[in-house]
């Protein structure tokens, strides 16, 4: 029997599928990548662009209320033209105008304030979750989100009920005889309100990154700390609250970024009188119809905001890249 005939007898023919060509794994991995850039593209990018067009237009008294309006029918002459007629007044009069200056300085403070707050309430709660026993993580887990099933604008209106001079917080600390029932409280309709409503709305958004990084500690760090002679204050500040660094800054910067642009709040715990950058977006856009300058702050808010996130992420791949 020759040598041809005993290989096919013990092994047959090959498989089908061994002789169908393999799909490069090159292409799998581009479609991968790809994937998060086309959705940045077609939901960031792309509206962004919309946005900084419409805030180097001129505001008109038509539909849509701004000048020049540049479409793909007017070709390479209309685009020189839209080019041209391109202006910067718009970004100046938010330099002039101190109402703009002010309702962005208020709102950064409103926002740290908040976010200042919110991690000093959330970063214990945290730390009891993650200390918590296994089976009771989940429940504690479920209480933490529970808000989320319920409206933000419902909550909000409660809390209208609750600070209002004949609310909910005046009769309860007036039934403790802490305060004259003739003489409530009056923090309705004012930042000290705006930060209340920020807090409690946001508070979820810091407890759950930093229980995501307290749970993973490893408790024999905390265990050789103490058995070395650390006291547990000693042991908190110098291995607990280091290692739960990247949890602190994800929760700052997820109530942080939205708190400084936040309108529903303002506008109803926070009165005529509260300044923010959210509230005069929207004026802008609706009773004064002026689009250009509401797209020039749109697009200022966007720079104050991208700005440090990208120096700080450029400052930690420094950091990471540098040999231990």
Same mark, same amino acid.
């Given at each position: ?28 991995? #581009?479609?991968?990548? %790809?994937?998060?850039? !086309? ?9 962004? &662009?919309?946005?900084?067009? +419409?805030? #180097? ?30 202006? &910067? ?22 926002? %740290? ?26 429940? !504690? ?26 609310? !909910? $917080? ?5 039934? #403790?005889? $802490? ?8 923090? /309705? ?39 070395? =002679? ?5 042991? /908190? ?9 990247? =949890? ?16 529903? +709040? ?8 509260? #300044? ?24 200022? &808010?966007?720079?104050? &905001?991208?700005?440090?996130? %990208?120096?700080?992420?450029?400052? !930690?791949?420094?950091? $990471?890249?540098?040999?231990?």
């Amino acid at each position: 029997m020759t040598q041809r005939a005993v290989t096919d007898r013990n092994f047959g023919e090959l498989p089908a599928a061994e002789t169908k060509p393999t799909v490069s794994p090159n292409r799998g991995r #581009l479609v991968v990548v %790809a994937a998060p850039y !086309l959705w940045l593209a077609s939901f960031f990018l792309l509206p962004f &662009l919309i946005v900084f067009k +419409i805030s #180097l237009s001129v505001p008109e008294l038509a539909m849509p209320p701004y000048s020049p309006q540049f479409t793909t029918q007017h070709g390479w002459q209309g685009m020189t033209e839209f080019l041209g007629a391109l202006t &910067l007044e718009n970004y100046w009069r938010l330099y002039e105008d101190p109402l703009y200056v002010a309702s962005y300085l208020s709102s950064v403070r409103i926002a %740290a304030i908040s976010t200042f707050i919110t991690l000093l309430l959330g970063y214990p709660i945290a730390y009891a979750m993650a200390r918590a026993p296994k089976p009771w993580q989940p429940v !504690l887990m479920i209480g933490v989100v529970l808000p989320f099933f319920s409206s933000l604008l419902i909550r909000i209106y409660a809390w209208i009920g609750i600070l209002k001079p004949e609310g !909910l $917080l005046n009769h309860f600390l007036a039934w #403790l005889g $802490l305060i004259d029932r003739t003489n409530p409280i009056d923090i /309705f309709n004012s930042e000290t309100a705006v930060i209340i409503g920020i807090v409690y709305s946001y508070l979820p958004f810091m407890i759950l990154p930093l229980y995501a990084t307290l749970e993973k500690i490893d408790i024999s760090l905390l265990e050789a700390a103490q058995d070395l =002679g650390c006291t547990p204050t000693g042991v /908190f500040w110098r291995i607990t609250f280091p290692l739960s660094m990247p =949890g602190v800054i994800a929760g700052s910067l997820l109530v942080f970024i939205p708190a400084i642009g936040e309108y529903v +709040i303002p506008d109803l715990l926070g009165g005529s009188e509260t #300044l923010m950058i959210g509230k005069q977006l929207v004026n802008e856009f609706y009773v004064n119809r002026d689009w250009p300058a509401a797209s020039a702050v749109a697009v200022v &808010l966007l720079i104050v &905001l991208v700005v440090p996130i %990208a120096c700080y992420q450029k400052i !930690l791949e420094r950091r $990471l890249a540098q040999p231990q």
